[in-house]
């Protein structure tokens, strides 16, 4: 068997002459009698859970092929800038606004699907978000959604549940195609949505940590940065000539526009200490979906752009007592419930304890986010072997602003009045040398492992591309 793997470009070349110009106009029912109607099947989104049950609306386009495998000019449904709307009539069928019958003279039939539209009480979303497009190529070969830009929590409004976290504004890209074949039951068209996003899941422990060493880490904020955030999915496909038979390709395009950084920050921080273990830095809704794509990992000197995770965070010593051992000032702690606590970082200058000070500290990453797979990063901080991270690049107050709400007050959790919050910056060392971009903020960087996983479908089982719901 040959397999021809061509760009739908090429096959319009090819068939330029021969079938540029056909169109469907010969329109008529299937042997049933039925109009066009799709059973789709969606799998489980971790970030905005997306299923069949709470699936909106989606656009649907469709095509003829020529018998060796170009598409046609026409459009069967939709066109050259939108899909057709199907809408939900029952449990598990989407019919089209307008009723559209198999064509007598179409052995074979092309169909995308797209949306982001889910079931949100008694309202449904958009099949697309404001800006973004869906348009063909001006060949009418490829298909494609354009201007795509994952979704950011609004700062400027009110916390959810005391954080401000991307995840919760971002919802899944579903696309699909498919190419079905007259029979005599073509009306049903089953649709099998793909994942078209990366889902990204930040977490962080203090691995093997004995209890004689006594850091915590309090984090407010983690963020992904340095990813692309405007995209385009291009949707062709290849033609296996022999078996006569269409396979999709999906392919995304992306750049980075601006200040890219995806991710949460919490009123009042996340303590991580020696009893806490994989705790998500993301928020509640535990992730965010991402463009795929592949990261190189942020090098000051070879890479300043590449990717990196960001925290913002401190940490302390935490001691049994109201005093330290040998000295009697009690000006360099903060005493509360019991224990005593010193800042270990950010080293302000005094070497005090400021409760509102935190700073930013970073991780390097290098990966290759795909389509449909789910990354957990899990850090290590202030490990048995593990420092608090190295110090990243400074932000322009313009880029702190896409970080932290303006409302910054800090509440101490130690007790004690509001302030607002301090953002602490590198350090000058006792000996008088200066802490330097890329240098550790301790003795150690933050280690982390990164588990690749599939999504995994309503009913709990792994989500394999090419089920199909009937």
Known sequence: MKLESLSLAMIAAVLATSCANEELVDVNPDVQGNALHFSPMVGHSRAIETTVNNLG?????????????????????GGAKAGEKATKE????????????????????????????????????????????????????????????????DLSGADVAGQWNDGADQTDLLVSFVQQSRTTSASNVNLNFDHALSQITIKAQSKDKLASDHRIVRIKGAWVVNTNNKAVLSAGFEWDDDAKKAT???????????????????????????????????????????????????????????????????????????????????????IYEGNHYHQQFPVNANQLYDASEYGFVCVPIESNWEMGKRY??????????????????????????????????????????????????????????????????????????????????????????GVELR
């Open 57 to 77: 609306d989606f656009a649907v386009v469709a095509k003829g092929i020529h018998p060796h495998g170009g598409v046609y000019t026409s459009y069967l449904i």
């Open 248 to 334: 999709s390709n999906n392919k995304w395009t992306g750049s980075i526009d601006g200040f890219s950084a995806y991710g949460s920050f919490f009123k009042e921080p996340i303590l991580l200490d020696n009893a806490t273990q994989n705790v998500t830095l993301l928020g509640s809704e535990s992730s965010l979906m991402l463009v795929p794509q592949k990261l190189e990992k942020w090098n000051k000197e070879s890479k300043p752009t590449g990717a990196y995770i960001l925290l913002l965070c401190r940490v302390e010593l935490r001691h049994s007592g109201t005093a330290h051992s040998g000295s009697a000032s009690l000006d360099d702690i903060e």
């Open 376 to 465: 957990e990063y899990t850090l290590d901080i202030c490990g048995a072997a593990t420092g608090a991270g190295i110090y990243p690049p400074d932000f322009s107050s313009e880029e702190t602003d896409k970080l932290i709400p303006s409302d910054k007050e800090f509440s101490n959790p130690l007790g004690g009045d509001s302030k607002s919050l301090v953002l602490g910056k590198r350090p000058v060392a006792p000996e008088g040398s200066k802490k330097e971009v890329g240098d550790p903020v301790l003795d150690a960087p933050i280690q982390f492992t990164v588990a690749v996983k599939e999504w995994i479908d309503a009913e709990g089982e792994e989500w394999k591309p």
């Open 90 to 153: 029952g449990n598990s069928t989407w019919t089209l606004e307008n009723s559209v019958y198999w064509p007598s003279s179409m052995e074979n039939v092309v169909f995308w699907a797209y949306t982001t539209s889910r079931v949100v009480g008694t309202a449904t979303t958009p099949i697309l978000p404001n800006g973004v497009e869906f348009g063909f190529n001006e060949s009418g070969t490829t298909p494609s959604i354009s201007n795509f830009t994952p979704l950011k929590a």
